[in-house]
């Protein structure tokens, strides 16, 4: 359960999110917690992949905005 909270807590978005930015998501399943690799959005209450459009068909529990990734990081 630990890391169930470590990572829900490293996503921060708190009540609903702003429409129509690109968010990182964080999802959960009956196998555990895992970050989407792609950008989603929020519309009209329902999360999309941002690049497709496509609607998003997991449980969604975290929103955060993009970390921006440092040079030299793997």
């Not at 470590?6 to 964080?26: C, H, I, Q």
């Not at 959960?28 to 929020?42: I, K, M, N, V, W």
């Not at 009209?44 to 955060?64: C, P, Y």
């Amino acid at each position: 359960m630990a890391t169930r909270d470590r990572r829900l807590a490293e996503f921060d978005g708190a009540g609903e999110p702003p429409p129509g930015l690109p968010l990182e998501v964080l999802c959960e399943d009956h196998s555990g917690t895992y970050q989407l690799p792609f950008a989603c959005r929020y519309v009209e209450g329902r999360w999309q992949n941002q690049e497709a459009g496509i609607a998003v068909e997991a449980t969604v529990i975290g929103w955060r905005l993009p970390r921006v990734k440092q040079r030299g990081a793997a």
